[in-house]
């Protein structure tokens, strides 16, 4: 009975209200009086405004407020959040004077509907100097580029490390090969657009509620920018329809504050799909150099790795994305000679950030279709190259120690569950045009963003006068199920029904704090925090019940909402009456509640992998997933049926990654040609493979309950492992046009065309 | 520099945004898809409801929900919410199919408009067997009344003591005096009416912001009536435009939290003054039968009381309030012969319930009253009368122990200020038709309801990451001040800006738990909370300042929002740089938080005198207020200005009672007949008389800063100083015209002719 709802799948506490559509996102919420924004975008990708005139616009009857850079505070920022002191170069206006991509807000309108804010936009005039706008990191870091940034030299930030010494390493080598890996910008597309509605509070202090991922950060930042205490700016939290990191910057929510400043009234600022698609985030563009030095027996014993990251306009997370590709590039296939550099450029597109997997997409991308390649030209069984060289069970350095551990046993049963051998034997020859192939990637991932950034989480325990919960937190529900599987943590922690359990709305006025949703880090790092707060109410209710019934507190435990004598099993005395008899009494009432912070000292590593099948058309470069299998070592599941969800949700996205994806920008001004979702594909229903989801059940000590990561590990492997199936399918030498993503039709028939 | 805010006349946190009028009450309040609540009510006093037809209504195009007896959970409860279990007779349904009272809820409908709702009302037909009803307690009390509540005799509660032997002493006195005193129904009156809007939460549970007192008694009372677990019932305090009582009980929300639950969208229900008059909540209506005996030179030997309060249909705070006076009975003039009784009784009238000063103002009308008689007929100066008789500085009985004491300096004070001697003895003789008078009037007033209910406060205390400061209570603002004199009492513990304190708006979901406004316990009771978990910030901030800076935290101190060297007076480190260090660092990061409860274990007695000056015309019987000079002993006074302001608020109220206020019943309906400002008078700006306030300042070592209950003394003694000065000025006879409120120019010319 211990642990009751540890590995349960328990409905997700907040189904019903999303399945019958009652329950509210930021987008159907509205204030009396409430104005409505909208943002006048530049035309050019890089320039200065020379000229800007919104007299006509304010003149518009029913127009409330038009800001441009005048009107706004001058304070740079980042909007990255973590940690502080910032660490990301500050190089961001709420409005500012120079424009850095194409659509760039440059002017905010505020009006008392929609279409006259939209009317007031035609109004707007603008003059610019126009610079010369560089879109790809060649251009950005030609000689004679201007700077987009002053002092930059477009470069954001760069890194880089030498362990051992590769040179010899690789002289000594047997083999050595080498890839160069290119990879697209993508969306995050989540099926909300960014929205937020903010508002001035009795006090004339800033309220916004926003489906923002970060709260915390999101109100420390927004203070930063507008020169603020933290105090007077209050972010609550409503549902979030999908972030996928995209949503834990300040995107939106500086232009709304201002217009609410400015007007101080109500004011909604929704973007459209367009905008969301051209003006808020994107994952990293990146080109992977990355080299592999090898004994004959294929020991990995050099390596190296260059990375160049386009992160467009404007750092954001910045250079902090290939901080995570380069500790993980270390860990997973680890190598007594590594070389590691990797450099983000500045250009004049849209601002790349954090997006589920921070960088390790990208990384698994390369590594993967690296070691298949490797494989091929050794003429190795890629799952056996991998066995070799990923990291052992006693793996430890400064910054990580192995403590669960599933590796081998991964491999071991995707190579049974799916025919293995005997299908990358019979793929060998086929004569058909549609020639079916299997392949694997596998990831490490680490949670939260311990040893790079400060961590910190907490949760507040309430035991209501009868018994009931309140369970208090700052790890946000973006959808992924964080709500559920916390009250299933404090639930079973406390003993209590999971029913009598209810998490309020975050709220930074009054939510514990915590960091928000980000790093895989709510089960594992909140849980933390929400099960220390849970102990701490159950020894408080214990001790009560102690004194209550003059029974030795060592022989109570609760279970079912009961404090119960753990010898003969007699259930004493319901939480409820002890709860009632605590807060009501004479002698010495009192309240029942606990407050606890959890930070990290260790970072365990989620592992796994995912095998692809696929069929591809030679004649028409069509790629069929015939399904994927995903096996996973994440610890103890909580709840397998809100986990496996994770996971298939992961693998849809990067199946659309592998094959679908990529925003395009037009070379001559810098436009996102596919900001809708007719041009940007993401997958559908119809086009999602067969999935299925295997845990390998390890157990973690540093986690709740045995927990590790699971939303970002699932979005990693299967690019690639679709990648490396279409190239045993294809059966042709390592080509460019396979170590590129989307891999679209045309790709496919110009790979096979190469041969 | 020490409690640097504490004796100031800080501004008002909440006054800016209610001067503009951008604050928001519950009435300004929308959501999409309102609905809005109205009350269909009876037109009987007491009868059962024989059939009610809905159906009509039902059908009406916009009507979202017609609701009866028959359509909510049949659970009886009391709107009393101290203490639980409940000790007041759970005698209330949300709608039932008795009624009680003319005016009683019957029916409630929800509809797209206020107009479409009040258009449904017109169409439910009821028909009723009606029932004698009983608008007096001579009418209830008689034997053959039937019950208005089953089994009850049409008695809610009855209590009674004997001190001594009072027979006994009786029959020694050298004198014996007795008086009937009869008081009136009176009004809260608040500026806002009742309005609270309740909708469904992301999850389906209720939410409820309303304009009530007491959140958490709300909530616990809401959740009882409608069989729901605590945790799903939220309660949300907006803003309150006055409450003085009135406002702590469930008497709308229910009712809208049925229209919410039925049609599962938002539901205004917002009452008209002729509702907030006639079917809210009142002041008792007592007959005091009031007995003293004395010796020669003035001594109380004996002293007896009896009380017959009116509660109306049910009992609401019911006979508590009677319980109230009998402990102030007993203290403030105490004698070793005691005896008292008294009984609340059920009529068919509207409820009457807390109200400012809880039965005090009704028993110090009725003692004041009856020593200005004693001292006229014993020839004394009702002064000397009073100094002879009031507890001692070394009281002390097993409930009370006096440990800050200012009676005769209060006494001393108003005999000089107002030249009393030299006026009581020239209005001895007036020949004018006009004449002048002086009166005066004590009382003694406890804070909170220790040792007769379950007492309560909780604070939780925030230091943000920029060190400002979350100060987060349950103690209601309601106009008196409140936020802002626990903001002083914050930011003087903590030794930081009241500039840098914010409260956040009380919600039952996250807000420490707190009993809520009433019985003067905010400052006294709320404040010792607020004060330790400023403390525990405070020291929680000392010893990290003192990690950082390698320094003996005895030495440091907080002042000014930087931690000092206590010694050298030199500023060390901002509260800024501690705070963002704390919650900031690769090490160790955490937050700063502390939440603190505080209950009472004694029980402080404010005490004061207000002395009135008055010019009665005998002809027309039109009392002018002269001036009204009132003495007060609230232990040190946190906010000057905003202590002022409570105590001409309660003058003003007092002043209305003694003169103007009286809620009417006619005798045939029961209905209310004054359900309106325009007949139902209270005082304006230009009635106000001049009005001295005086502090005399002691220091209550039971309080966080010295201070004592001042909410509700503020409104005890002017009616009966009012009352004592028209004696005073018409130098006739004790009469039982003098012995009523309000003292109507009628009244008054009675009283003279019967002379």
């Keep these: 009975m211990k642990d009751k709802y540890i590995g349960k799948s328990i409905p997700r506490v907040d189904g019903v209200g999303k399945v019958t559509g009652e329950a509210k996102y930021v987008g159907d919420l509205y204030l009396p009086g409430m104005l409505y924004g909208k943002i006048f975008h530049s035309t050019i990708a890089h320039g200065i405004i020379e000229k800007i005139n919104t007299d006509k616009a304010k003149a518009l009857k029913g127009v409330a ?229 090898l004994t004959k027996d294929g020991r990995f014993i050099a390596r190296e790795l260059n990375v160049k990251s386009n992160t467009g306009a404007y750092s954001g997370h910045g250079h902090s994305v290939c901080g995570n590709i380069s ?39 390369a590594t993967e279709s690296h070691i298949d390649n490797i494989a091929y030209k050794m003429n190795m069984d890629p799952l056996e190259l991998r066995r070799i060289n990923f990291f052992p069970k006693d793996y430890k350095n400064e910054k990580l120690i192995i403590r669960s551990y599933a590796l081998p046993e991964i491999l071991e049963t995707g190579r049974i569950k799916t025919h293995w051998d005997e299908k990358r034997k019979s793929y060998k020859n086929q004569s058909s045009t549609v020639k079916k192939g299997i392949g694997v990637a596998f990831f490490s991932y680490k949670q939260n963003t311990y040893n790079h950034g400060v961590e910190l989480a907490s949760a507040r325990v309430t035991v209501n006068e009868d018994g009931t919960v309140y369970l208090g937190i700052g790890a946000c529900e973006i959808g992924q199920g964080s709500d559920t599987v916390l009250s299933q943590i404090a639930a079973s922690t406390l003993g209590v029904s999971i029913e009598n359990i209810k998490i ?53 435990d609760i279970e079912d909402d009961f404090i119960f004598d753990t010898l003969s099993g007699e259930k004493l005395i319901g939480v409820k009456d002890v709860a009632e008899k605590t807060y009501y009494n004479m002698d010495n009432p009192r309240t029942i509640v606990h407050e606890a912070t959890a930070n990290p000292d260790v970072n365990a590593q989620s592992t796994g992998a995912t095998f692809a099948e696929v069929a591809v058309d030679t004649k028409t470069g069509r790629v069929e997933v015939i399904n994927l299998v995903a096996i996973m070592d994440s610890g103890k599941i909580i709840n397998p049926v809100l986990a496996e969800g994770q996971v298939l949700g992961g693998h849809v996205m990067s199946f659309g990654y592998g094959l679908m994806e990529q925003i395009l920008i037009d070379p001559k001004t810098g436009k996102v040609l596919n900001d809708n979702l007719l041009d940007y594909k993401i997958p559908t229903m119809a086009d ?35 990648r490396n199936a279409i190239f045993n399918a294809l059966n042709i030498k390592p080509n460019e046009k396979l170590n590129q993503l989307p891999l679209t039709p045309q790709r496919i028939l110009q790979a096979i065309k190469e041969v």
Excluded: W
């Design 65 to 293: 407020a038009v800001l441009t850079y005048e009107d706004v505070p001058n304070i740079k920022f980042t909007t990255c959040g973590h940690p502080l002191p910032n660490d990301t170069p500050l190089d961001s206006l709420i409005l500012g004077k120079k424009i850095r991509y194409y659509g760039e807000p440059i002017a905010l309108v505020a009006a008392e509907s929609l279409e006259i804010a939209e009317e007031a936009l035609k109004l707007i005039e603008v003059t610019y100097n126009i610079l010369p706008a560089y879109f790809t990191i060649d251009e950005a870091s030609d000689l004679n580029a201007i700077e987009i940034h002053e002092n930059t030299k477009n470069i954001a930030d760069s890194s880089s490390y030498i362990i051992g010494n590769p040179d010899k390493a690789f002289a000594e080598a047997d083999y050595v090969f080498e890839d160069e890996i290119n990879l697209p910008i993508v969306a995050h597309s989540p099926i909300e657009n960014f929205v937020s509605l903010a508002y001035l509070d009795d006090l004339g202090d800033l309220v916004i509620h926003s489906c923002n991922q970060s709260p915390n950060i999101l109100r420390r930042i927004l203070a930063f920018a507008l020169n603020m205490p933290i105090s007077k700016v209050r972010i609550i939290k409503t549902l979030i329809g999908g972030g996928f990191g995209g949503k834990q910057e300040p995107v939106h929510e500086q232009l709304n504050a201002v217009l609410t400043l400015a007007t101080r009234k109500p004011v909604k600022l929704e973007y459209t799909r367009e905008e969301t698609i051209s003006i808020t985030r994107t994952r990293h563009s990146m080109i992977f150099k990355i080299k592999t030095g």
């Design 327 to 365: 500790g993980q590039f270390a860990d997973f296939y680890p190598s007594k000679n590594m070389r590691f550099s990797a450099t983000t450029y500045y250009t004049n597109i849209l601002t790349a950030s954090a997006m589920r997997g921070y960088g390790i997409p990208q990384l698994c991308f």
């Design 504 to 556: 309020p709305p975050i709220d930074t006025a009054y939510s514990p704090f915590d960091l928000g949703a980000y790093a895989s880090r709510q089960t594992t790092l909140a849980g933390i925090a929400v099960k220390k707060a849970s102990l701490f109410c159950k020894q408080d209710l214990i001790q009560l019940a102690s004194k209550m019934l003059l029974r030795d507190s060592s022989r109570l």
């Design 688 to 722: 999602t493979p067969p999935t299925e989801v295997i845990f390998i059940e390890t157990d973690e000590p540093s986690s709740p309950y045995g927990n590790k990561s699971l939303g970002e590990p699932a979005n990693i492997p299967p690019a690639a492992a679709i």
